[in-house]
């Protein structure tokens, strides 16, 4: 059985081979797939095939498919990503891929938002395709927050057009390692996963674990999202990025990254990463 990692160079990718490798699964049985070959040498160096294969030059997905039995679909971060997630679908169809696992966003059945509708249309194409699939709609990663807490080292503030709302973050190699379960074994198959620590925490919570890492206080200063975008266009955004970014902020003011029922916890087989450990991991790294 031969794996297929997408995007295997980038943060994500990388954290699943190495869950892979860490449940056991021999090198040879790993195939990394990357848009610059030469940046996966590292994984070359560990006797896993690195594929090229570039979600926009079809070609180059096909020809990574060949003797695949399946394939996890990282989401792209192109501007027409779904184009890109389309051919990887159809090209896993055609080559008769066992099974595609796919890394989504929260609720996206559930609550409309721009981030969110690229991964519903990506979804509405898996199930479209008729393959066997497993979707992980993977909560926010803790990591999302280190620069706004690694600045209020100096600002003593962490500011959000979030409200009151809650987020069941976990770590990025929390949801790696559920993604290396999903494509290894036989666990999650056919599902669709709301991923998510096994606590929701407030901006205020934020705050609080930003005060204990740095010994100084710091606080959760909300603001509306018009002021979160004017802002973010002083500070240099264009306005439609600008939009977009405050857009995230209404989105979880309206719960998008709230639920939290420990599917994660009970894939991984143990409790998820709590917020301060991930942020002072996080930081730790840098």
């Known amino acids: 059985m031969t794996l297929l990692v997408t995007a295997a160079t980038g943060h994500l990718g990388r954290l699943v081979v190495d869950s892979l490798l860490a449940r056991g699964v021999a090198p040879a049985d790993i195939s990394a797939g990357a848009r610059t070959p030469e940046k996966a040498a590292d994984l070359a160096a560990r006797g896993i095939r690195v594929v090229e294969l570039d979600y926009a030059r079809p070609e180059t997905v096909t020809a990574a498919l060949d003797g695949v039995s399946r394939v996890l679909l990282i989401s792209g971060t192109d501007a027409d990503r779904v184009t890109g997630h389309r051919t990887v679908i159809d090209a896993a169809r055609t080559a008769g891929v066992e099974r595609l696992v796919y890394t989504s966003a929260p609720r996206v059945d559930e609550i409309d938002y721009a981030l969110g509708a690229d991964h519903k249309a990506t979804e509405e194409a898996i199930a479209a395709s008729g393959l066997t699939a497993t979707v992980l709609r993977n909560n926010w990663y803790t990591e999302n927050y280190l620069d706004a807490v690694a600045r209020s080292a100096e600002t003593g503030?962490?500011?959000?057009?979030?409200?009151?709302?809650?987020?069941?973050?976990?770590?990025?190699?929390?949801?790696?390692?559920?993604?290396?379960?999903?494509?290894?074994?036989?666990?999650?198959?056919?599902?669709?996963?709301?991923?998510?620590?096994?606590?929701?925490?407030?901006?205020?919570?934020?705050?609080?674990?930003?005060?204990?890492?740095?010994?100084?206080?710091?606080?959760?200063?909300?603001?509306?999202?018009?002021?979160?975008?004017?802002?973010?266009?002083?500070?240099?955004?264009?306005?439609?990025?600008?939009?977009?970014?405050?857009?995230?902020?209404?989105?979880?003011?309206?719960?998008?990254?709230?639920?939290?029922?420990?599917?994660?916890?009970?894939?991984?087989?143990?409790?998820?990463?709590?917020?301060?450990?991930?942020?002072?991991?996080?930081?730790?790294?840098?």
């Open 157 to 286: 503030e962490i500011v959000a057009a979030t409200g009151n709302a809650r987020v069941a973050s976990a770590s990025r190699a929390d949801y790696a390692e559920a993604a290396a379960v999903a494509l290894a074994s036989d666990e999650t198959i056919g599902g669709t996963l709301e991923l998510g620590g096994d606590v929701a925490w407030t901006y205020d919570d934020l705050a609080t674990a930003a005060s204990e890492i740095h010994g100084r206080p710091v606080s959760y200063v909300p603001v509306s999202v018009e002021q979160l975008t004017a802002g973010l266009q002083e500070a240099g955004l264009d306005a439609g990025t600008a939009a977009f970014v405050a857009g995230i902020d209404d989105a979880i003011a309206r719960g998008a990254l709230s639920k939290t029922d420990g599917t994660l916890a009970r894939v991984l087989g143990r409790p998820t990463t709590p917020l301060r450990e991930g942020l002072r991991a996080g930081l730790a790294a840098r």
